[in-house]
């Protein structure tokens, strides 16, 4: 056990152990201590989650529900219940807050501390997992556990927590940093996705420690002048740009939502309803975090007969801002959709408002018609905050019951949702 | 266990209530001041 170099910064990173179902088992001890599936709402078939039981027997995030239970025939499965998750989430936010002045909160289930400032407070990073833990145990249950990795950045911290046993707490130091690099997948290296990864392997590169015996010339070659710079401070133990541009950004860039459902749509009328339901809830957060944006996307995705995967996507660079539901679904349904050959059944659907900016940053709008619709929505706005989102609906709702937000594991709206409980 | 959710401005409570082998799930409207029975877990 060695603590940091009072001369480096200091990260924690906090990662709650298996969340969705840590939470369940913690509200019903039925559940403790058995393999548990947790599935999107009663009657899905993907796993989004699983407990430690289910994962230490094989059951992965993502895996279809009869391959889970193949491995493990007594799985229970239960419907995740996210607005558990979100207020877990502010009740660890709030903790974290108490502790150390600089926090931010990276996903539902993960945040980073910087532990610079509280030298006095905590003599060794060490003793700031220590106490987290404990008051996590106290806030929210003692069934919740979680990994503190401790480091002197983000990355490191980061990687040492993913791979390290549950509940446990793992500092890397420089001396220890290039046995974790050499140890690690890049599954566990924030800021490389799978094919990133799929790539270095192709290249015999399968930990972050061999990126180092590979030139700088075969890294350019390979993956371009960006990436091969990230990627060198990656085998190093170094920040990529992937940490440095979160913070940078003051506001977020683009606000989406998708909707995967239990049966493929094949419908015209359903699928127009859920992309007004998706863009609606999308439009109400823009402008609840008092923003517009111009850029406008569609996807679908579905099966052909042949029961391939097939994907449809098309975007829209608008020449005004764009703040209203009704001008967005103009683009998406009647601009866009109305472009697709309908080559296959839908699955899933999203949409997306992107190039966003605060509101008044923009220059005004003299439209008159767009002034009606801007009053039109401030009156919804004001209905929906005081009694819920969904209160009034648009007729192209067509009556059917809405679908509601829902928060997602990485937390992309994290703005939206963390003002939201406050 | 508590769980505090919010629409708009309506503030409600999720209590999981343990008793016995069963869990309830009893909402709160923190403005009607109503409870609502929302779920029960039996096995």
């Known amino acids: ?422 | 266990m508590v769980t505090e959710l919010k629409d708009g401005g309506v503030r409600q409570r999720l209590y999981s209530v343990v008793v016995g082998p069963n869990v309830y799930r009893l909402l709160f409207n923190r403005d009607t001041e109503e409870w609502w029975l929302e779920e029960v877990w039996c096995e």
């Open chain 1, 1 to 422: 056990m060695s603590s940091a170099n009072l001369l480096l910064p200091s990260w924690a990173h906090v990662d709650i152990n298996s969340y969705f179902a840590t939470l369940l088992q913690q509200e019903n001890p039925a559940l403790r201590g058995r393999p548990v599936g947790v599935v999107k709402d009663a009657g899905r078939t993907c796993i989004i989650a699983a407990s430690k039981e289910a994962k230490a027997r094989g059951v992965a995030t993502g895996c279809l529900l009869r391959d889970a239970r193949q491995l493990v025939p007594e799985l229970v499965v239960v419907p995740a219940h996210f607005e558990m998750s979100l207020s877990a989430t502010k009740k660890l936010q709030a903790i974290f807050e108490s502790m150390a002045p600089r926090v931010d909160i990276f996903s539902l289930d993960e945040a980073f501390i910087d532990l610079s400032d509280c030298r006095t407070l905590y003599p060794t990073p060490w003793e700031f997992g220590r106490q987290v833990q404990q008051r996590i145990k106290q806030d929210l249950g003692e069934w919740v556990t979680c990994n503190v990795g401790l480091s002197y950045n983000r990355l490191l911290a980061k990687m040492t927590s993913e791979v390290s046993p549950k509940g446990s707490i793992t500092e890397v130091t420089p001396e220890n940093r290039d046995a974790l690099l050499a140890s690690v997948s890049f599954a566990a290296v924030c800021g490389v996705g799978y094919r990133l990864g799929a790539r270095l392997e192709r290249l015999g590169v399968k930990t972050p420690y061999e990126i180092n015996l590979v030139s700088d010339e075969e890294l350019q070659a390979a993956f371009g002048p960006f990436w091969a710079v990230q990627l060198r401070k990656i085998g190093q133990g170094e920040e990529p740009h992937f940490f440095t541009h979160q913070r940078a950004t003051p506001h977020m860039k683009t606000i989406g939502r998708s909707l995967t459902c239990w049966q493929v749509w094949d419908n015209e009328l359903a699928i127009k309803r859920v992309l007004y339901n998706l863009t609606e809830e999308v439009m109400y957060k823009v402008r609840k975090l008092g923003l517009a944006g111009r850029w406008v996307y569609i996807s679908l995705r579905g099966k052909d007969r042949a029961g391939q995967v097939q994907y449809w996507r098309q975007h829209f660079l608008a020449p005004h801002p764009i703040r209203h539901a009704s001008e967005m679904f103009d683009i998406i349904y009647n601009q866009l959709y109305q472009s697709w050959q309908r080559q296959f059944p839908v699955i899933k659907c999203s949409v997306r408002l992107g190039e966003l900016k605060p509101w008044a940053e923009f220059q005004p709008v003299l439209w008159p018609s767009w002034h009606k619709q801007e009053q039109v929505a401030t009156a919804l706005d004001k209905i929906t905050q005081k009694y819920g989102l969904f209160t009034v609906q648009s007729g192209a709702m067509m009556g059917a019951p809405p679908i509601r937000p829902e928060v997602t594991g990485f937390l992309g709206d994290r703005d939206y949702q963390l003002s939201r409980l406050s």
